[in-house]
Every structure is written in structure tokens, then in C-alpha cells.
């Protein structure tokens, strides 16, 4: 392999020639060997949105070349469309705050325009990484800009998939109105209720998490770009810092803005500690509603066995025929690392100091691996187990008939002190509700059949 030598502040360092990466991305590289993760490709698409921008804004701003802003903004558009990828090879999670990612894009950016102005990769007489291509710019303003675009994508994509789920539960309410089941508070016999309400119930809780979503997607869109290193403007451009954004929102057709207080904004990553906490409720939604699912659906002799979830493969390795319910046992798991995450999120939040948090690289790998593993988990949940589940109904008409909880309706009728009685005596003989208020004969036959109709208490 032929390399080429390039210097930075600590010194000179080979660099394979046909990189196009440099010597500080390289540096970075062998530093953080961590997650084995490189950053993901969300960041690296938001972070050559914002370095196009950049050179947009700076050449407007008569800072930068008409040439090399061209050179500039075509590299990025090579990156955006896929090219280049693997030349960002800097770990996900690195220290000092996301500069050896931005720098990683820098030495790309920069190398690809040199070669569309003729010159070698290393040349950066011709465009430099950070003269140039991070010109009116900071780390502390770039990366945190690019995670926050990053996250809207994917809160995005969660948003699509939380449509599907909602939308197949509202189905399965639909399809399952007429089937009533008995309800139980502290896993025990309560009060009917029918897997309508069941199904639209877990749809309501879906939606308000969408609409969770959306006040997400609103709270990242102001973004801190301009203000360089602590928010105060440093090195930029006037010009630059009153265009960069509104460049910047052009370029990815989101509606983002600059933070009225750039310190601020520099400074406080509370936005990204409300957004975690957000996606941990909606994980936290599904991971109660696959609680209920995994319970409902217990047996198939010895349990609830009310619904049917469907198979998906072998149970066991001893055990011959046994399924297990997989699907919302891996949507529990999801819930599990998100709230992990959430605390790590919390914890690096706070973890800042005067000007600036040093820790968003641990943010932002927490953030979008959250993302990612749940809006995979919910379109599986979705696709897997929702759609597919099917209601016994003869199970829950049974529940129904021998229920003790149906006593409940008596209680206008005769009172909370003797229905109590009633429901004990029926226990103790092992009757039925129906049994003993007609043994008792405080109850015609007619009336009972109506007060203790299924549909009338619910």
C-alpha cells in the first residue's frame, strides 16, 4: 500500500494514499477503538447537509471562493448519495465531543473537492478541511446540529411505523367489538370488558406516543449553527451566521431554525434528555402491551389462552410443540435498552460543564441506536404479532359465564355488602353468579338475564 504524509498540530502521520480521509481522522481511528460501530450513516448524511450549507452560506458571505464552495457543496452531494461512506471510519462513541467525526468529514469533503479542482488528496493549499471546509464553523456547533437532523429522520421513520401499529390495532378492535372478555385489576377478576375497548385502548396509547413524537421533532429543530465554539459567533461571518440556518433547512426540507440564544443552545442539552424520555414512554408502552399480550395468550391448556398469537418457531430444545411468544418478548427487550439509554442520555446530560457537554457522542449513539431498535421492533410487533393474533371466543364466554367479578353489576340492585356475600358463597361452592341469586330467589330469571347481559356492563 502507498501512503501519503500529512501533519497536524502533533506531528507528521502516514496516510494511505487512496484515503480520503486525513491524518486527524486517522488519529481518531486508532484512538477509539470502542463499540466497533462506526457513527451512523444518519449523522454522516446531516453532517455533509450542514458542511454544504456552510459553503453556500460562506460563499454568499464573499468568505469562500465561488470555486471552492462548488467544489465544496459537489462533494457533499457525492456523500448524500452514497459515496464515500466508508471513508468515515471514526467510532461512534470518541472523546472530545464529536470533533474526530466532524474532522472525519472535514478530510473527506475536503480531499473530494481537491480532486474536482484538479489537485491530489493531501494538497489542502488547494481546499482545506478546516479553512475552508469547516469555515464559520465549530465542532460545538456542527455535530450537535448534525445529531439533532439525524434524530428528526429517524423519529421520522418511528412515526411511519407507529402509524402501521395504530392503525392495525384500531383493525383488530373492529374486528373483535363483539367479543367480551373479563377484565382483571391486580391479576384478578374485575369487570367485563370487550377486546373493542382492549384494541382501542392500546391504540389510544399509541397515538398520544405519536403525537409525542411530533413535539420531539419540534423541540430538535432549533439548532445552535452559528455559534461556533461557545455560541458566541466566534470567527463567523455576520452574513453566514444570519444564513447558514435557513440554508440549512432548504437543504433537508425540515422547518429549522436558529436558537435565539446560541450560548444557550451551545451550552444545555436538555432537548435530548426530553426527546430520550420520550421514546422511553412510547418503549414503555409497548412493553406493557406486550406484557398484557404475553399473558393473554398463556397456555395453550394451563393458561389465559384468550387470544392466540402466532407461532412463530420452536419453544424449546427440550420440550416438543411448546411455542413461545417471541415477538413481545423482543419488543420487552427493546423497551429494556431504551430505558438503559434513556439513564445514559440523562446522565451525560448533566454531565456537562460551563461551555460546552463534552459527552454527545455517547448522546447521540444512545439516541439512535434507541430509534433503531424501535421502530424495527414495532414494525416486527406490528407485522408479527398484531396483524396476525386472533381472539378464542369461546374461552372468554366461558370466563365470563363462571366469573365471580360479574357480581359487580348486582351491586345497584342489592348492594355492595350482599353482593360481597353472594360472590363468597359462590366461591366457596363453586357456582356461578347466576346460581346463587336465582337459589336465593331476591332476582327473577328475566331481570338477572338482563342486568347480567355481557353488553350492559360495559
Excluded at 234 to 252: C, G, S
Amino acid at each position: 500500500m502507498n501512503y501519503r504524509e500529512e501533519f497536524d498540530s502533533l506531528g507528521r502521520k502516514e496516510v494511505p494514499e487512496k484515503a480520503y480521509y486525513g491524518v486527524q481522522s486517522l488519529r481518531a481511528y486508532e484512538n477509539f477503538q470502542i463499540t466497533g460501530k462506526k457513527v451512523h450513516l444518519e449523522m454522516v448524511r446531516s453532517i455533509a447537509e450542514i458542511k454544504m450549507a456552510a459553503a453556500i452560506a460562506n460563499r454568499k458571505a464573499g468568505v469562500l471562493t465561488q470555486d471552492v464552495s462548488d467544489a465544496i457543496v459537489q462533494a457533499c452531494k457525492d456523500i448524500l448519495n452514497g459515496r464515500f461512506i466508508e471513508e468515515f471510519i471514526v467510532d461512534s462513541v470518541q472523546g472530545g465531543a464529536g470533533t474526530s467525526f466532524n474532522m472525519n468529514a472535514n478530510e473527506v469533503i475536503a480531499n473530494r473537492a481537491i480532486e474536482y479542482l484538479g489537485g491530489k488528496k493531501g494538497d489542502y493549499s488547494v481546499v482545506h478541511p478546516n479553512d475552508h471546509v469547516n469555515c464559520g464553523q465549530s465542532t460545538n456547533d456542527v455535530y450537535p446540529s448534525a445529531g439533532k437532523i439525524a434524530i428528526i429522520r429517524l423519529l421520522q421513520k418511528a412515526i411511519t411505523e407507529l402509524n402501521r401499529l395504530h392503525k392495525a390495532l384500531q383493525t383488530k378492535a373492529e374486528e373483535y367489538a363483539d367479543v367480551i372478555k373479563m377484565g382483571r385489576t391486580e391479576m384478578q377478576d374485575a369487570v367485563p370488558i370487550s377486546f373493542g375497548q382492549v384494541f382501542n385502548a392500546f391504540a389510544s396509547a399509541i397515538l398520544r406516543d405519536r403525537k409525542r413524537f411530533t413535539l420531539a421533532m419540534e423541540e430538535l429543530s432549533v439548532l445552535n449553527m452559528g455559534g461556533t465554539a461557545i455560541g458566541t459567533g466566534i470567527n463567523a461571518d455576520e452574513k453566514y451566521i444570519q444564513t447558514v440556518v435557513p440554508t440549512l433547512a432548504e437543504i433537508t426540507t425540515l422547518p429549522l431554525v436558529q436558537a435565539e440564544d446560541l450560548i444557550d443552545a451551545t451550552q444545555n442539552l436538555d432537548s435530548f434528555v426530553f426527546v430520550s424520555g420520550i421514546i422511553k414512554s412510547c418503549a414503555t408502552t409497548l412493553s406493557k402491551m406486550s406484557n398484557d399480550l404475553r399473558l393473554m395468550s398463556s397456555g395453550p391448556r394451563a393458561g389465559f389462552e384468550e387470544i392466540n398469537l402466532s407461532p412463530k418457531q420452536n419453544g424449546s430444545s427440550i420440550m416438543p410443540g411448546k411455542v413461545n411468544p417471541v415477538i413481545p418478548e423482543v419488543m420487552s427487550q427493546i423497551s429494556f435498552r431504551v430505558i438503559g439509554n434513556d439513564t445514559t442520555v440523562t446522565h451525560a446530560a448533566e454531565a456537562g460543564q460551563l461551555e460546552l457537554n463534552a459527552f454527545e457522542p455517547i448522546i447521540f449513539h444512545c439516541l439512535l441506536e434507541s430509534l433503531d431498535m424501535l421502530t424495527n421492533g414495532i414494525r416486527v410487533f406490528t407485522s408479527d404479532c398484531i396483524k396476525e393474533l386472533t381472539v378464542n371466543r369461546i374461552q372468554c364466554r366461558e370466563y365470563m359465564e363462571n366469573s365471580i367479578g360479574i357480581v359487580t353489576a348486582l351491586c345497584p340492585y342489592i348492594g355492595y355488602a350482599k353482593a360481597s356475600s353472594f360472590a363468597k358463597k359462590a366461591l366457596k361452592e363453586n357456582k356461578s353468579i347466576r346460581e346463587i341469586i336465582l337459589e336465593a330467589s331476591i332476582m327473577d330469571k328475566d331481570t338477572l338475564d338482563k342486568v347480567l347481559n355481557p353488553l350492559s356492563m360495559i
